[in-house]
């Protein structure tokens, strides 16, 4: 099986072409298999790009097998993959996920991705308190396409981020676990953020959850309007709320290195 390995400031993927969709529904095993760090590639997801010329589709399966609606360094990352593959053209090019169509536009050697509008449904958007483990927590529910829970802390230097990320993703309140963004003001236009994605765990970054931050912090008057600077651990996303209520996500995907793979030693190994 021939694969490509792609990041998107540290968040990787491997991908693989599946146009007739054949491998989609072994998509949770096969991911638990090329994910795995040890005895696999190692990568925090696959993405299996099916459909044809008339609308690729990112189908994305997290290392622990589920598969994710929406993931924002990932579909950056496809769109150099198909751009490179000559699959489509520039410089706007869209692709379908399970959350819906979006739309890309190269600028120079970034990516600047059209998130949609987000959905402040879950609990009309107010803050929800988690309370686990003795402490209760206040996290601002959104959906970027997927769910996320945006939770403010004073400095993440402090935070034990491996013990409440797992704790808060897994809690009851979600009713199909949600990415949690560890978040901390640092001026009117700038935000660290450190994100325990579902399903992957600990990643260097994440798209969607950058977005996620952005938005709440932007809604609660924590920063100005316009762009804001996300910094997470692998690097900087530039996120806009736009006045049309859409959501720009501005980054880039780099290329790693492409292999063969076969399946069947891995599972042999296993």
């Not at 970027?144 to 402090?158: A, I, Q, S």
């Not at 009713?175 to 935000?191: M, R």
Request: with cysteine; net charge negative.
């Amino acid at each position: 099986m021939q694969f490509t390995k792609y990041h998107g400031l540290g968040n990787d993927f491997i991908f693989v072409e599946d146009f007739g969709g054949n491998l989609v529904p072994n998509g949770e095993s096969l991911a638990k298999l090329i994910c795995h760090r040890q005895f696999g590639i190692g990568a925090d997801g696959l993405v299996l790009v099916t459909g044809d010329a008339s609308q690729y589709t990112m189908r994305i399966f997290n290392s622990d097998g589920s598969e994710a609606e929406m993931c924002g360094n990932a579909i950056r990352c496809m769109a150099d993959y198909l751009l490179e593959h000559r699959l489509a053209t520039g410089p706007v090019l869209t692709i379908g996920t399970i959350s819906g169509p979006k739309e890309i536009r190269v600028a120079g050697d970034l990516y600047v991705v059209d998130m949609g509008e987000p959905d402040f449904s879950f609990n009309k958007g107010e803050m929800v308190e988690l309370d686990s483990h003795g402490e209760i927590w206040t996290a601002y529910p959104v959906s970027m396409g997927n769910p996320h829970g945006v939770v403010f802390v004073e400095d993440m230097e402090e935070l034990d981020y491996c013990t409440w990320g797992p704790r808060l993703e897994a809690h009851s309140t979600w009713p199909h676990k949600a990415n949690i963004e560890f978040t901390q003001v640092l001026s009117s236009n700038h935000l660290s953020v450190r994100v325990w994605e579902r399903g992957a765990g600990p990643t260097l970054a994440c798209g969607t959850g950058a977005c996620a931050a952005a938005v709440v912090a932007s809604k609660l008057g924590l920063v100005d309007a316009g762009p804001v600077r996300v910094t997470l651990p692998g690097g900087d996303l530039l996120i806009e709320w736009a006045a049309d209520n859409r959501v720009f996500m501005t980054g880039p995907a780099t290329k790693v290195f492409t292999g063969v793979i076969n399946i069947n030693n891995l599972e042999s190994e296993r």
